[in-house]
């Protein structure tokens, strides 16, 4: 047994330095960013911000809503074959999508039935597992790179350098970096294991930007700070689930609980996912997920206002034109309180 003795940090743990600046509006600050992906070489232009492929989050009306703003969607993988060749058939020019799936034998028979029918409209994949340090996930994305030169790999997740390394350099363009930290997800608690995603986000973007390779932070961001914390601590992407729940265009019926409307919210591994799913969802996550009700909070425009707002003011206080240089220009700072929580 070994104790790592570096203190690790999480969201909480930390502010954003405030630094001077010539920007004197938000207005002026540009939050979308362009790469090129290391091994699809396709480029990308938009605002980095994915909605989760969680079945409440990853949905197509989510998607519709996110294009408008230019986020991106990993829609979730339980729709069938035809609605999934429809909606990449359609899809408008400048819209990010990810066709998520794990690494079962069905994932990969019906990700090649779908490809083989909507073709050159599918463009990016996210591959998920709850535990990406098995062998079986690398020799996957080894396999998939290469029979898919041109496809844009998003996979994970891991929380270490030395396994971001690996899989970017196995043909993953975007680590998937997070395990843990959902906010319906309860693997620390049932497992012992994990990562405070803050400083899994700072090594595994140093480890993946020394190759090439982007990371896309997942999972517990709780508020727009945490998003721009994220964006500093170097992710390229973050993913959103808890985030954008609870919206009309999450799907879910709406229940009434003592006069206030909510919505359900839940792990892909909870137990309610399970059900719904009928033993297709054991494979997703090792560990068990829970289930929420959480306020009903309408159309998610609102929330994207709030959410993109609070990103490009975080710009502004340090004093980044771009999105780009947020994580050059942050210098985080440690803290034992960071809200004033007086008023609850
Ligand atoms: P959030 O933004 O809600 O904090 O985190 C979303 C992420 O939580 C998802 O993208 C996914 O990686 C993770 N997640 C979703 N469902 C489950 C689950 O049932 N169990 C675990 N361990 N993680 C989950």
Redesign the pocket.
């Known amino acids: 047994m070994r104790i790592e003795q570096d203190l690790k940090l999480d969201f909480k743990d930390v502010l954003i330095r405030p630094k001077r600046s010539t920007l004197s509006s938000r207005s002026e600050v540009d939050i979308s960013r362009e790469y090129t992906f290391l091994h699809s070489g396709r480029k990308y232009r938009g605002v980095p911000i994915v909605a989760?492929?969680?079945d409440v989050t990853g949905t197509f009306e989510m998607a519709t809503a996110l294009d408008k703003q230019m986020l991106a969607t990993a829609l979730h993988k339980h729709y069938d074959d035809d609605a999934l060749v429809a909606h990449f058939s359609a899809l408008p020019d400048n819209a990010t999508r990810f066709y998520s799936m794990g690494i079962g034998a069905a994932d990969m028979a019906k990700f090649r039935r779908v490809m083989e029918r909507a073709g050159p409209a599918i463009k990016s994949v996210c591959i998920?597992v709850?535990n990406g340090y098995t062998k079986a996930f690398v020799d996957f994305i080894h396999s998939l790179r290469e029979a898919y030169p041109a496809l844009t790999i998003m996979a994970g997740?891991v929380v270490t350098g030395e396994m971001t390394e690996e899989l970017v350099l196995g043909g993953a363009d975007i680590v998937?970096v997070?395990i843990?930290?959902?906010?319906?997800?309860?693997?620390r608690k049932m497992t012992g294991v994990g990562y405070p995603q803050l400083s899994a986000i700072i090594e595994c973007a140093d480890a993946a930007h020394g190759l090439g390779g982007l990371i896309c932070a997942?999972?517990?961001?709780?508020t727009p700070g945490d998003v721009a914390k994220a964006f500093g601590g170097g992710a390229d992407f973050v993913?959103?689930?808890?985030?954008l729940?609870g919206h009309d265009e999450c799907g879910g019926q709406l229940e009434e609980v003592d006069g206030v409307r909510k919505m359900r919210f839940?792990?892909?591994?909870?137990r309610i996912?399970m059900q719904k799913y009928a033993g297709g969802v054991a494979e997703y996550?090792a560990?068990?997920?829970k289930e929420v009700l959480i306020d009903y909070r309408g159309p998610v425009e609102n929330t994207l206002q709030d959410l993109l707002g609070g990103v490009r003011s975080a710009c502004t206080y340090v004093g980044a034109r771009k999105l780009k240089e947020l994580s050059k220009r942050t210098t985080f700072i440690r803290v034992s309180q960071q809200l004033n929580e007086v008023f609850g």
């Open positions: 989760a492929n969680m998920d709850a997740n998937k997070g843990g930290p959902g906010s319906v997800c309860t693997t997942d999972g517990g961001c709780t993913m959103l689930g808890g985030m729940a839940y792990g892909m591994s909870s996912a996550r560990s068990e997920g």
